[in-house]
């Protein structure tokens, strides 16, 4: 049974940084994509980043670039999400997902974790 669990969320000054961590069970992360998704109060889920395989190409949406960083530790069954330079709008809640496919959209994902909190004080 594949379980995805986040940890790393809370509260943080703007500014600062967080670095959200995804552990895997059951599936060996190298062998998939794995997405970092998040979705604010009223708002839609949105892709914030994908490290596909055998590739470990990197996708970023727009308004992280620069800032977030994800990563995979193989060693660990674990994908993380480095985020620096957290702003207001970067508040909301942060999953972990994986896909079986290559496309890093939230439709596309097969497996997701419970998520994680992330709020930013302006």
């Known amino acids: 049974q594949v379980q995805l669990v986040e940890t790393g969320g809370g509260l943080v000054q703007a500014g600062g940084s967080l670095r959200l961590s995804c552990a895997a069970s059951?599936?060996?992360?190298?062998?998939?994509?794995i997405g970092w998704f998040r979705q604010a109060p009223g708002k839609e889920r949105e892709g914030v980043s994908c490290i596909s395989t055998p590739s470990g190409r990197k996708y970023y949406t727009d308004s992280v670039k620069g800032r977030f960083t994800i990563s995979r530790d193989n060693a660990k069954n674990t994908v993380y999400l480095r985020m620096n330079s957290l702003k207001a709008e970067d508040t909301a809640d942060y999953y972990c997902a994986l896909s079986y496919g290559d496309s890093c959209v939230s439709s596309g994902m097969d497996n997701w974790g419970k998520g994680t909190l992330v709020t930013v004080s302006s």
């Open positions: 059951g599936v060996i992360v190298d062998y998939y994509l």
